[in-house]
């Protein structure tokens, strides 16, 4: 899948969804907060368009003729290099599937039925975690023994080796390290992390605190860097060593 996005485009959100009145609504509440919009209304047309051209972002219903949801999910992330954001959209009931796509590296979710508003708000909220949009903290390299961040080119270094994160798993490693042992409540890093905490599902953090320790973690078992203080929440340590 050629997925390379194209210069000096407007940020442009695909939306993935085989409901009309979904559709509809949802690219009307976009543009009239200045977006631009593709739309894809099964699987097949989804894959399509992102080999066309990478949008700035993904809105991806899971429940999807031809090719479902989290398989478009899982080829976006198996592709290096490609760290394009992804909200779901999920039915009530779903919440093994909803967990799933998080562990895939989806950046947030909406269950529905939605709010038009709430989920420009999830959108805008996506963009300014990946760095798009204006309005970031001082962001200055932090290096720690084996472990490099760097937020101007969003790379992690690893033990002397590059590891891919997605937007929200590099934010989310970024804040907890410029706090080294403070420990934070899963509510304290949606607030600080996703933007906000209502609505959304508090174990979100969990599976991303699994996801960045299984990528970052000589041993994801027993951690080095992320760890969990019982009962409250979890924590960066920077002086230990794997």
Not at 64 to 87: M, T
Not at 92 to 112: H, M, P
Request: charged fraction near 25%; aromatic fraction near 8%; glycine fraction near 6%.
């Amino acid at each position: 899948m050629n997925m390379l996005p194209q210069a000096n485009i407007p940020a442009e959100i695909l939306v993935v969804d085989d409901e009309a009145s979904v559709v509809e609504v949802v690219s009307l509440y976009l543009r009239r907060e200045g977006f631009s919009v593709r739309v894809a209304k099964d699987g097949l047309q989804a894959l399509a368009a992102l080999e066309e051209r990478l949008p700035t972002l993904v809105i991806l219903d899971l429940m999807l003729p031809r090719v479902d949801g989290l398989e478009i999910l899982r080829r976006l992330r198996q592709d290096e290099g490609v760290s394009v954001p992804v909200i779901m959209l999920t039915a009530r009931g779903q919440e093994t599937d909803r967990i799933y796509g998080l562990e895939l590296g989806a950046d947030d979710y909406v269950t529905k039925p939605f709010s038009p508003a709430e989920l420009v708000a999830r959108v805008k909220a996506v963009l300014r975690r990946a760095g798009r949009e204006k309005g970031r903290l001082e962001e200055r390299p932090l290096h720690f023994p084996d472990l490099t961040i760097d937020p101007v080119t969003r790379q992690v270094i690893v033990r002397g080796q590059p590891v891919e994160l997605t937007a929200t798993e590099f934010n989310l490693l970024y804040f907890m390290a410029s706090h080294p042992h403070q420990v934070f409540k899963r509510d304290q890093l949606l607030e600080n992390v996703w933007g906000f905490s209502e609505y959304v599902d508090p174990s979100t953090v969990t599976v991303h605190i699994r996801r960045l320790r299984e990528k970052i973690e000589a041993n994801p078992g027993e951690p080095c860097w992320l760890l969990t203080v019982w009962g409250v929440g979890y924590k960066f340590d920077p002086g230990s060593k794997t």
